[in-house]
């Protein structure tokens, strides 16, 4: 995706609180009436916003490829991933272990990028991604819990559909511009969550404060700062060094839960949040040269 320059630590600050952000919104959106519901208003109200830019883009020559690479995008990395991810949480996976199974996604991104991208990942790279999962398991306490196995597959599952969209993104060169990129993945997200919100109770919402501040904080913060940084961040760097950052969100979506509505903050979550800082430190390659 062709994205406008930004100082990369910037952008990945940035991409840190927004990827952090959907956990929070996940909790706002549990008051809420069915939370594919949400998804589904949250994506096609975005898609809606960004279709003057798709037209445009296609008036100037957006290709058939172009539209595709986005679409099979957004089918892994909004809809697998969320769609996967909320219903193993649904079916009664503890939160923090569908936290600890999201946080191998640096590690398998980083052993997949050697045959799959040709990016070598160095051993200070290795050592920063282990000490980053073992960050994320102190900070969440645990596998706790009795769920049934096969939800621990739909979280596994949820994981591997963000791996396979960064690798997508990386390995497939695209020039689409970001917004009218995201505006597709946006549609195509939208269109796939809606027979689950149908199945759920019906896509009309009974508009209230709680419906409104999810669908508001999953659109601002979640899409289009989280997935827009996401694929930003991408584009400037490594595969491998944009993985490990996802490592920070557990952590600071706890002290973000803590701020926010009191949740408590326990001495093994900031343990964690520093050994997580000390791993995105050891993972941060070389930015490769531009061509």
Request: hydrophobic content about 60%.
């Amino acid at each position: 995706m062709k994205t406008a320059p930004m100082p990369l630590m910037l952008a990945e600050a940035g991409l840190i609180v927004a990827w952090s952000s959907g956990f929070i919104g996940a909790r706002l959106a549990a008051d809420a009436s069915s939370v594919y519901l949400v998804l589904f208003w949250r994506f096609a109200i975005v898609g809606l916003l960004f279709l003057p830019l798709l037209v445009a883009a296609v008036r100037r020559g957006l290709r058939r490829r172009s539209v595709a690479i986005q679409a099979v995008l957004g089918l892994f990395s909004m809809f697998g991933y969320l769609a996967l991810g909320l219903k193993a949480i649904e079916s009664g996976l503890p939160a923090g272990t569908a936290a600890l199974i999201c946080a191998l996604q640096p590690l398998a991104t980083a052993a997949l990028v050697g045959p799959v991208l040709h990016e070598r990942v160095g051993r200070r790279q290795w050592l920063g991604l282990a000490i980053g999962l073992g960050g994320v398991a102190l900070a969440v306490g645990g596998l706790a819990g009795q769920a049934p196995l096969w939800t621990a597959g739909l979280s596994l599952a949820s994981m591997g559909s963000l791996v396979v969209a960064t690798l997508l993104a990386k390995a497939l060169a695209d020039t689409t511009p970001l917004l009218p990129a995201l505006g597709i993945q946006c549609v195509v997200s939208a269109l796939l969550f809606a027979p689950l919100a149908a199945l759920d109770g019906g896509i009309a919402p009974d508009i209230d404060a709680a419906f409104a501040a999810a669908v508001a904080w999953f659109i601002v913060f979640s899409t289009l700062a989280g997935y827009g940084l996401y694929w930003l961040c991408l584009g400037m760097t490594t595969a491998t060094r944009v993985g490990s950052l996802i490592y920070l969100t557990p952590p600071v979506t706890m002290v973000w839960a803590w701020a926010m509505f009191a949740e408590p903050l326990t001495s093994g979550a900031l343990l964690g949040l520093a050994a997580c800082l000390l791993a995105v430190a050891l993972t941060r390659g070389p930015r490769p040269a531009k061509p």
